[in-house]
């Protein structure tokens, strides 16, 4: 069945991500094992609530801050939270809206509040636009949803809210179990291996 929907994730495949400078961060700050807590893969239940928005940005500082000498602010724990979060290359946003002339187009995060405000902030500076929300139909963050990546349901949320079939709906993700989430909710679903890849070649070759 052709292809109709496009659902894209944001960190990895259009915004560059580097979860080493985020580890490495804490590591500085006093937490020398946070890849134990946190990597693409796998992380501890902290991060999952928060990204659900299961708690607020207070809760997870106040979670973090446990974790961390009393000397540590608030602000440090962000700017280091903050710290893998890079650069939208020009050249995506540009595809995005061709994109968008030919197919209902949708961005869906696994994402929190701390790092909306910074990546809002960055594409400010650098891309000199407010928001996603010209790019896409509709952009969907896992905080606002109360559920997350890779669970089947927040894909049936997105495809029962917009009236899309899910055997029309491509989902593109970096994460492996992402991806095999998207598949079990009946989407077609596409690994991208950022080293390799761009999310503009990957998608000029699927809908060739």
Known sequence: ??????????????????????????????????????????QEHLFDKYESGLIDSKDFIEGLKKKLPPSISEDDIKSAWNAMLLDFPAKRLDFLLELKKEYNTFLLSNTNPIHLEAFHKIIRQNNGIESLDNHFDKVYFSSDMGNRKPNPEIFLQVCNEQKLKPSETLFIDDTEQHVEGAKKAGLKAEHLNIEKQDVIELLDSLLA
Do not use: C, R, W
Not at 1 to 15: C, E, H, P, R, S
Not at 20 to 29: A, C, Q, V, Y
């Open 1 to 42: 069945m052709a292809i109709k929907n496009i659902i894209l994730d944001l960190g990895g495949v259009l915004l560059n991500i580097d979860y080493h400078k985020t580890i490495e961060s804490f590591k500085e700050l006093g937490i020398p094992n946070f890849e134990e807590l946190f990597t693409q893969a796998k």
